[in-house]
Each structure stands twice: as structure tokens, then as C-alpha cells.
């Protein structure tokens, strides 16, 4: 384990040495941790170096990621959950089973009295899946069409960390917290996964798709990456 320091704290980074790097690399996880990956060319002491040089950006985001509260959703009436770029606020009423419906601009929830939130989010998820097959369903043909490949098979999966993934059998996995997120974004996550399709990698030739494919993507990505985090049921 070695440091850096800013404003008089020091900061513990972890230094991972990759045979396939070939530059100097640095990402905070959510948890704070600083992870230094280097190529085999460069020696730790130069990384270090240039870590020390980097050491404001590392406590920022250190700062901002310890004042991140994971959002714990109590499905109460009155709430509110996002839902393909618009907003939906939840009435709660009884009943004998639970359920989860969209009403235009309501999301209904129905259960027994005393209904812990825990059931509801599972029948949130399970509502949110299926319309997402709905709802990417054109979205997919679209892209794919702009693509030139065929419409791959489309799967809708609870995820923690992967936002997508192309199949071996270029099928694509989406995940279902998009549906949390704006329009711009859901876009980007559909463009990105076909691009895979024809490019397996994430070289030059594959952003140069995802880029003809969607111009802004930039912005979507930055928005992906800032706010994904507050995107759960």
C-alpha cells in the first residue's frame, strides 16, 4: 500500500501493475479506495509521482463519493420514482395481494396493511422489467437498424454494477435501473451494447461507431458516471 498527500492528509493508494496498460491510470472507487494501475515500463516510484501530481482530483472525488448516501426507498404514498425520463409518484391503497401498476403518471401499489417496502420494491422491479421490454423493445430495432445488424435479442436483469453487456450470441443485457435514468442515457446504454455487436472491444473503431451512432454521447456518459450512482430501487 503507498500514498499520496493533499492538504495535509494522506491518502492510501493501491498500485496495480497490468501487462496490457500502457499508461498511468487512476480511478476512486465508491468506497474511496484510490487504485494507481501502471504499465510494466514504469517503475512504481514514477507512478507515484505522478499520482502525487493528481492528488487534489483523487480527494475530490473522495470527498464526493463519502458524502453519496445510498437512497433507500420506502415506497410510501406521496414518493416519487423516475421512470423513463418522466416521474412517477406512487398511491398506496390496500389489498389482499400485492401488486405494482402505472397509471399514466401514478405508480400504484397495492398490498395487504403492514406490506413491507422490501415486498413492494420486488414488485416495482418486476413491473419496471417487463415494461423496459416494452419500451426498449423500438428503441433496440432503431439503433440496430442505423447499425446495420440485426436486432439482437433483448434481456432486462437487476444489476449492482454493470449498466449492459453483449452476449456471446449478440444478444444484449440491459439493466434494469436504466429506467431510472433520463432518456439520453437509456439511449446511450442501447447504442453502446449494439455497437458491440460488430466491434468487440472498446478501441478506437468502437467509439468512432457509438460516436456515429450518437453524436452527444459524451454528455450522456458523463451523466451516467455522476449520477448512476442515486439510479436504484
Same mark, same amino acid.
Given at each position: 500500500?503507498?500514498?499520496?498527500?493533499?492538504?495535509?492528509?494522506?491518502?492510501?493508494?493501491?498500485?496495480? #501493475?497490468?501487462?496490457?496498460?500502457? %499508461?498511468?491510470?487512476?480511478?476512486?472507487?465508491?468506497?474511496?479506495?484510490? !487504485?494507481?494501475?501502471?504499465?510494466?515500463?514504469?517503475? &512504481? +516510484? &514514477?507512478?507515484?509521482?505522478?499520482? *502525487?501530481?493528481?492528488?487534489?482530483?483523487?480527494?475530490?472525488?473522495?470527498?464526493?463519493?463519502?458524502?453519496?448516501? #445510498?437512497?433507500?426507498?420506502?415506497?410510501?404514498?406521496?414518493?416519487?420514482?423516475?421512470?423513463?425520463?418522466?416521474?412517477?409518484?406512487? /398511491?398506496?391503497? &390496500?389489498?389482499?395481494?400485492?401488486?405494482?401498476?402505472?397509471?399514466?403518471?401514478?405508480? #400504484?401499489?397495492?398490498?395487504?396493511?403492514?406490506?413491507?417496502?422490501?415486498?413492494?420494491?420486488?414488485?416495482? !422491479?418486476?413491473?419496471?422489467?417487463?415494461? +423496459?421490454?416494452?419500451?426498449?423493445?423500438?428503441?433496440?430495432?432503431?439503433?440496430?437498424?442505423?447499425?446495420?445488424?440485426?436486432?439482437?435479442?433483448?434481456?432486462?436483469?437487476? *444489476?449492482?454494477?454493470?449498466?449492459? /453487456? /453483449?452476449?456471446?450470441?449478440?444478444?444484449? !443485457?440491459?439493466?434494469?435501473? +436504466?429506467?431510472?435514468?433520463?432518456? %439520453?442515457?437509456?439511449?446511450?446504454?442501447?447504442?453502446?451494447?449494439?455497437?458491440?455487436?460488430?466491434?468487440?472491444?472498446? *478501441?478506437?473503431?468502437?467509439?468512432?461507431?457509438?460516436?456515429?451512432?450518437?453524436?452527444?454521447?459524451?454528455?450522456?456518459?458523463? !451523466?451516467?458516471? &455522476?449520477?448512476?450512482?442515486?439510479?436504484?430501487?
Amino acid at each position: 500500500m503507498s500514498a499520496v498527500v493533499f492538504d495535509g492528509e494522506e491518502i492510501p493508494v493501491t498500485v496495480v #501493475r497490468s501487462p496490457r496498460r500502457r %499508461t498511468v491510470g487512476i480511478t476512486v472507487k465508491e468506497s474511496g479506495e484510490a !487504485i494507481l494501475r501502471i504499465p510494466p515500463n514504469v517503475t &512504481e +516510484a &514514477e507512478a507515484l509521482r505522478f499520482a *502525487q501530481e493528481k492528488a487534489e482530483w483523487i480527494a475530490k472525488h473522495r470527498v464526493r463519493f463519502a458524502k453519496r448516501k #445510498r437512497l433507500v426507498r420506502e415506497y410510501a404514498d406521496g414518493d416519487v420514482l423516475p421512470f423513463f425520463g418522466r416521474e412517477l409518484t406512487i /398511491c398506496r391503497a &390496500e389489498g389482499k395481494t400485492v401488486r405494482a401498476e402505472i397509471d399514466k403518471s401514478t405508480l #400504484r401499489l397495492t398490498g395487504p396493511p403492514g406490506t413491507d417496502s422490501a415486498v413492494f420494491r420486488d414488485a416495482v !422491479i418486476f413491473l419496471f422489467r417487463r415494461e +423496459a421490454l416494452r419500451l426498449l423493445r423500438p428503441l433496440v430495432a432503431e439503433v440496430s437498424a442505423a447499425a446495420g445488424v440485426e436486432p439482437p435479442a433483448l434481456r432486462v436483469r437487476l *444489476q449492482e454494477r454493470k449498466w449492459g /453487456c /453483449c452476449t456471446p450470441k449478440n444478444g444484449i !443485457i440491459i439493466n434494469v435501473r +436504466a429506467l431510472l435514468a433520463p432518456e %439520453t442515457v437509456i439511449r446511450y446504454l442501447v447504442v453502446h451494447e449494439v455497437a458491440h455487436i460488430r466491434f468487440r472491444h472498446h *478501441q478506437e473503431s468502437f467509439w468512432a461507431e457509438v460516436e456515429r451512432l450518437m453524436p452527444e454521447y459524451r454528455e450522456a456518459e458523463r !451523466i451516467l458516471k &455522476e449520477d448512476g450512482w442515486q439510479w436504484v430501487f
